[in-house]
């Protein structure tokens, strides 16, 4: 079957849908490259230099890695929240990370449906649903349901269809080649 001929256009040549204004949008960073919660932040900063209070919850992370955007932003006044216990791989105790998961989620749940921020960035939400540890109707349900003017990006690996689904942007990052995959370890200032 041959692509109509709007289809064959190249994307900036085709018809645009009439501009309509919302009061806010859900942003999702997927796929299995490197960069997702990166381009997060690099919305946190933007956010920050319009003046927008922003709130940043981290599901896998946990304090004892000191990353370099944590540090900076909140030296901008953003809120942030490191309510994660570190890669499962690590975890010698999987209902204890899955616990604290719970706990960042109630964090997140608060800050979504509270109305004080114009940003909320949920990192890394889709591993914790994915490994079954929330219950991922109820998170999209939040972030559907979230303050009106409440924009979140959602950043992991797998999105779930349903997030897929709710959000306005999904940008899905590929990895071509890491150095991870030839031992280089991971360096601060570039990794975290």
Same mark, same amino acid.
Do not use: F, H, M
């Given at each position: 079957m041959s692509p109509t001929r709007t289809e064959a256009l190249p994307s900036h040549d085709r018809p645009r849908p009439p501009r309509r204004h919302v009061p806010s949008v859900v942003l999702v960073n997927t796929g /299995?490259?490197?960069?997702k919660s990166t381009a997060a932040f690099g919305t946190v900063m933007r956010a920050v230099a319009r003046g927008w209070r922003v709130g940043v919850v981290q599901f896998m992370k946990?304090? !004892?890695? !000191?990353?370099? &955007? &944590?540090?900076v932003a909140r030296d901008l006044g953003v809120d942030w929240w490191t309510i994660g216990d570190g890669f499962t791989w690590e975890s010698d105790d999987l209902g204890r990370s &899955?616990?604290? *998961?719970?706990?960042a989620w109630e964090q997140a749940a608060h800050v979504l449906a509270a109305g004080e921020h114009d940003v909320v960035v949920l990192d890394e939400v889709t591993y914790p649903v994915n490994y079954g540890w929330l219950d991922g109707h109820e998170?999209?349900?939040?972030?559907? /349901?979230?303050?009106? *003017?409440?924009?979140?990006?959602?950043?992991?690996?797998?999105a779930p269809e349903e997030l897929i689904?709710? *959000?306005d942007t999904v940008t899905e990052m590929r990895n071509v080649k890491h150095a991870y995959q030839t031992g280089v !370890? *991971? !360096?601060?200032?570039? /990794?975290f």
């Open positions: /299995d490259g490197k960069g946990s304090g !004892r890695y !000191r990353t370099g &955007e &944590e540090q &899955e616990a604290i *998961a719970r706990s998170v999209w349900a939040a972030v559907r /349901d979230r303050a009106p *003017a409440t924009n979140v990006v959602c950043t992991g690996r797998n689904a709710l *959000a !370890r *991971a !360096r601060r200032g570039i /990794d």
